[in-house]
């Protein structure tokens, strides 16, 4: 089962408990406001730090713009190794801000680390998403108990039930209010080193589950950039929307006993799989390039996209002003050439399609990754891009969807084992000059629901790194799309081991009962939602 719960679950719970409503919307409620938390912000003093010196060490000089250094992370191992090793080396700061931090082997395994961190002296500021902590109220609770540790959730629902469906059926009375999530993902390492990108934290984000997991895609960075992060982190830190845990989840047991109780939570889970020498792009672990000093990086200007954390008070058209979506959209469509599109959930509606069109009138060239239905966790996501998918081959983008088994085949982003693959990663190519890549999804939700993040890095040589992970011509990570002769039907091609074309004229897989639910359901949740 995949990290967050899939939409279509989300809303057969809330369509078929109508008549228990106005029943359960008074069972559940927030305690009342209190006094603003105090406000605290980004430690600023870390040039003598390791993480600083090493953060400037080799940095260019006399740049009239400023440059921060980036690596790519696309294989789970070496973004997992990332994230673990700057919580080891940090000296005074880690703030970190997620979506999802699961309770299991690599969340317990990552908090673990946090508290270890604050072991030493460290400030750890952790902000998580309240909307999947359901039944993780006692390991955040827990760690909060030890010093240098505080932990705040972000837009609290109403009810602490044990499960998301028993959440959100006892919070429905606030469900206006509580649809809005901050989506996301940041660590940030002594104010010199960041992560971000797509990765909750949770198995399937790093090749943990035997199920299912995620191709997705992280960077590294350092520099002036990390500043902007701290900043962007701050503004939601000490927003009205978040709330120190304390307040909604009382620590019941004494402060020595709770931290034991954490520490026997921690301990139940499994130690990370070693690593390979090398990752898909030649570069050995971060851990080990911060130990030997020698960090592997490009240097190039870039621009953060950061959401206004009132962003989820605001209804779609004000949200969507000045937000990450427009700002990223805005990058797009300056595009000269070419644009290349990975996004799990790839809604385009009529502002996306137009944009796409004038694009490749004027002579563009646009691709899409995305996922395929036997490979997305979100069907009704799906459901909504399938409505557009036809009409975007007719203008000319093309379409490639991530199949569940082959992408694994390739080996290029990690070991999947018996698993299947799913696409994650938020990224765009903009005429192999710049570089997005963050926690936006191309739909609805990013756009106007849900906060998010992004980074435009204007550098060639990144692109080239990226080039590089998905070259080859016959790569096959899953099915070319086109339309079928007379114009009317999609067909899905995939390579053969004798180098042709296996073409299927229907959907692969066997979906007729989620085609089904997804076709019955669409109508009644909406593009809004999605």
Not at 512 to 525: D, M, T, Y
Request: hydrophobic share 40%; charged share 25%.
């Amino acid at each position: 089962m995949a990290a967050a719960l899939s939409r279509l679950r989300r809303f057969v719970v809330l369509m078929s408990s109508g008549l228990a409503i106005a029943w359960l919307a008074g069972c559940a409620s927030l305690p009342p406001p209190q006094a603003h938390p105090v406000l605290t912000n980004a430690i600023t003093d870390v040039a003598d730090t390791d993480l600083g010196r090493l953060a400037a060490k080799d940095a260019p000089q006399g740049s009239t713009v400023p440059l921060s250094g980036f690596r790519l992370l696309p294989e789970a191992a070496f973004a997992f190794d990332a994230r673990i090793s700057l919580a080891r080396h940090a000296e005074k700061s880690l703030d970190v801000q997620y979506y999802l931090i699961s309770n299991d082997d690599v969340g317990l395994l990552f908090l673990k680390e946090l508290r270890e961190a604050a072991a030493r002296g460290v400030r750890v500021r952790l902000l998580v998403d309240d909307l999947y902590t359901a039944g993780e109220d006692e390991v955040f609770s827990t760690l909060s108990a030890f010093p240098n540790i505080e932990v705040r959730l972000f837009n609290p629902l109403p009810s602490r039930a044990g499960s998301l469906p028993a959440r959100l059926l006892f919070s429905l009375g606030d469900f206006r209010r509580i649809n809005h999530r901050m989506h996301n993902k940041l660590l940030v390492a002594d104010n010199s080193f960041a992560v971000s990108g797509g990765r909750n934290i949770a198995n399937e984000y790093f090749m943990r589950s035997t199920a299912a997991n995620f191709i997705d895609m992280d960077v590294l960075s350092s520099g002036p950039i990390v500043r902007r992060m701290s900043e962007g982190f701050d503004r939601y830190w000490n927003s009205d929307h978040a709330w120190p845990i304390e307040r909604i989840v009382p620590q019941r047991l004494p402060l020595e006993e709770a931290q034991r109780r954490f520490d026997v939570l921690a301990r139940a889970a499994v130690p990370d799989v070693p690593m390979q020498q090398r990752d898909v792009l030649g570069k050995s672990p971060v851990g080990e390039q911060l130990t030997t000093g020698r960090i592997d990086r490009y240097w190039a200007p870039a621009t953060l996209f950061v959401d206004d954390p009132d962003k989820i008070t605001r209804k779609p058209e004000a949200a969507y002003g000045g937000s990450v979506t427009e700002g990223a959209l805005g990058v797009i469509q300056a595009a000269k050439h070419e644009v290349k599109i990975g996004s799990p959930y790839f809604i385009p509606g009529p502002r996306g399609m137009a944009m796409m069109k004038t694009a490749i009138e004027q002579g563009g060239r646009i691709t899409v990754v995305t996922n395929s239905l036997g490979a997305t966790d979100e069907p009704l996501a799906y459901a909504g891009y399938e409505r557009y998918r036809a009409d975007m081959l007719k203008i000319g983008v093309t379409i490639y969807e991530i199949a569940p088994t082959l992408s694994g085949r390739s080996g290029r982003f990690g070991d999947f084992g018996k698993s299947i693959s799913r696409l994650h990663a938020k990224l765009a190519i903009i005429d192999d000059e710049r570089f997005f890549v963050g926690s936006m999804n191309l739909d609805h939700r990013s756009a106007a629901v849900n906060t998010e993040m992004g980074l435009v890095i204007d550098s060639p040589l990144l692109v080239k790194d990226y080039d590089k992970l998905m070259g080859g011509e016959r790569v096959n990570l899953g099915y070319r799309l086109r339309l079928a002769p007379g114009g009317r039907r999609v067909q899905w091609l995939e390579y053969d081991d004798a180098g042709g074309d296996i073409v299927h004229e229907d959907e692969p897989g066997e979906f007729l009962w989620l085609r089904f639910k997804n076709w019955l359901l669409l109508p009644i949740v909406g593009e809004e939602l999605l």
